[in-house]
């Protein structure tokens, strides 16, 4: 008797939850309770679901729009995957709103949420988040950069839930990774600003991941990072954002040198490019151009510009007869 009034409440508790009248203590237990009746029950999962979304997406208490997201990523085990579909949409159309001082909330979970999309509808929705950040305005890309932030730092979850490819888990990773960077060099200043912040707090700064998975992503945009990061004034914002970005890696740095010694980055091989060359070569050609490459790479450090016809009394291999004027660039 008392178990079948208490479920005759869920109802009200469904409606006591939207209500500004309701205490935060109150509003606190629901969501609780909602939560365990939903696990146990195995009902009305959806709304239950698009319930906590409201509650992200209205509430006008912190701490409960907290919990209400927190619940949310609780319960979409429980969910099938097209209705996990429907609630990420869900999410990211209310991180369009205009007023930020609700939306700021949501990326943190929606990042976490769209990991429990299947692969092609998780690809989808890089996708249509890529094209957003191009598109919108800066309040809104910088949501949907710190959306893909919180994703990366989470991600490595996301093998344990869908068994697919190690190439396509990387291919999809690097996509991320791509879409801060874009971020990092977009015209905006804000956007510019978001997206190395979150790469520096929400990626190196991130209690998610451990210092294996951080450095794998240190190893991906190490040397890019140190080419798109330009000058800037030491009195403007930017310079406070890089350094506080900055912070992050070097915490990481000295972890990881610590705990687990120093970090091996790649150093490609130096690469000979002949743009104009004669194609096909012939035997004699190639001969003299692997002879000319290994002589020049030897004298000649990294970086160097080579204009061939002046430079053809090295040692006598290259002739002006090979070409008027190749341009040679060790990469």
Known sequence: EFYRRDIEKIQYIFLSNLKTSTSGIIKKIQIELLLEHTLKSKQEEIYTALHFCNILKVSGIEDIRNLAGQTLVNLMPSLSFQQRNDIAIELLRASEMEDYQFTKYIPYYLGQLILYLTPNELEEVIDDLIEKIKQSDPKLSSLLLRTIGIAIANYPKYRERFSEKEKSYENRLNKMIGILLNGFVHYNLKVKQAAFR??????????????????????????????????????????????????????????????????????????????????????????????????????????????????????????????????????
């Not at 210092?211 to 945009?221: G, P, Q, R």
């Not at 060359?277 to 050609?285: G, Y």
């Not at 151009?289 to 016809?309: A, E, N, R, W, Y």
């Not at 070409?323 to 990469?331: A, E, G, P, R, W």
């Open 198 to 331: 979150v790469i520096g707090r929400e990626i190196f700064g991130s209690r998610h991941l451990n210092l294996e998975e951080k450095n794998h992503i240190f190893k991906l945009i190490a040397k890019k990072i140190l080419t798109l990061l330009a000058p800037v004034n030491k009195e403007g914002l930017m310079f406070l954002i890089n350094s506080t970005g900055l912070n992050y890696m070097y915490k990481f740095i000295s972890d990881y040198n610590f705990y687990k010694g120093s970090i091996k980055l790649e150093t490609p091989e130096k690469i000979a490019f002949f743009p104009g060359a004669f194609d096909p070569f012939s035997v004699w050609r190639d001969l003299v151009t692997v002879l000319g490459t290994t002589i020049l790479c030897s004298i000649f450090p990294k970086g160097t510009h080579i204009d061939l016809p002046k430079a053809r009394g090295i040692n006598g291999v290259v002739e002006t007869s090979f070409i008027l004027q190749i341009f040679f660039t060790i990469v």
